[in-house]
T-cell receptor, first 114, second 115 residues
Framework: NAGVMQNPRHLVRRRGQEARLRCSPM?????VYWYRQLPEEGLKFMVY????????ESGMPKERFSAEFPKEGPSILRIQQVVRGDSAAYFC????????????FGNGTRLTVT | TQLLEQSPQFLSIQEGENLTVYCNSS?????LQWYRQEPGEGPVLLVT?????EVKKLKRLTFQFGDARKDSSLHITAAQPGDTGLYLC???????????????FGGGTRVLVKP
């Protein structure tokens, strides 16, 4: 029963390095969402992608952050030149279609910037 | 910008007591979802409410969607230690076609049920 797979589970980066977070959606799901969660807070929407397309990136910081979901392979959230404020849990969720349907979340990647 | 406010932020009760968590907004949502999140894990969907005034029950959990689709509540009867966790409400905007499943999350309510 393969759910949404995220890796790595934990990632430590020094300031200025790059972080690459990967997400494999559930089988049959072609819609992927990335959310960020700060400690003791709710989740904040970052970006919504469909295969090879960015549908909505209104929650993504304008600089240093990018996301892709290629035809083959996992979705990637890339953070360049990380800063301490990027430390958070990053969750990926997938759904089978564009409509309102349950989101299936992965267990997240916890990024720590030292 | 659509915002969802949850209250209280933290709730500590004894096993067997009842509790209610509230989720409020000034915006209308096409649907509202409730999730529970355990430490170190992703949120897990509990229920989706779609119709204004709708009430759904899941064992000891009762979910209600306000008539105007701006607010929701989660009521747990006879809470058990296994109910401990972070409860999150999340609303889907009315512009479904553009937003897809883009959800606006509340800040969460951390529930602690002591044995």
């Amino acid at each position: 029963n393969a759910g949404v797979m995220q890796n790595p589970r934990h990632l430590v980066r020094r300031r200025g390095q790059e972080a690459r977070l990967r997400c494999s959606p559930m089988k049959g799901h072609s819609h992927v969402y990335w959310y960020r969660q700060l400690p003791e807070e709710g989740l904040k929407f970052m970006v919504y992608l469909q295969k090879e397309n960015i549908i909505d990136e209104s929650g993504m910081p304008k600089e240093r952050f990018s996301a892709e979901f290629p035809k083959e392979g996992p979705s990637i959230l890339r953070i360049q030149q990380v800063v301490r404020g990027d430390s958070a849990a990053y969750f990926c969720a997938s759904s089978p279609n564009r409509g309102v349907s349950p989101l299936h979340f992965g267990n997240g990647t916890r990024l720590t910037v030292t | 910008t659509q915002l969802l406010e949850q209250s209280p932020q933290f709730l500590s009760i004894q096993e067997g007591e009842n509790l209610t968590v509230y989720c409020n907004s000034s915006s209308v949502f096409s649907s509202l979802q409730w999730y529970r999140q355990e430490p170190g894990e992703g949120p897990v969907l509990l229920v989706t409410v779609v119709t204004g005034g709708e009430v759904k029950k899941l064992k000891r959990l009762t979910f209600q969607f306000g008539d105007a689709r701006k607010d929701s509540s989660l009521h747990i009867t006879a809470a058990q230690p296994g109910d401990t966790g972070l409860y999150l409400c999340a609303g889907a905007g009315v512009e479904i076609k553009a937003a897809g499943n883009k959800l606006t999350f509340g800040g969460g309510t951390r529930v602690l049920v002591k044995p």
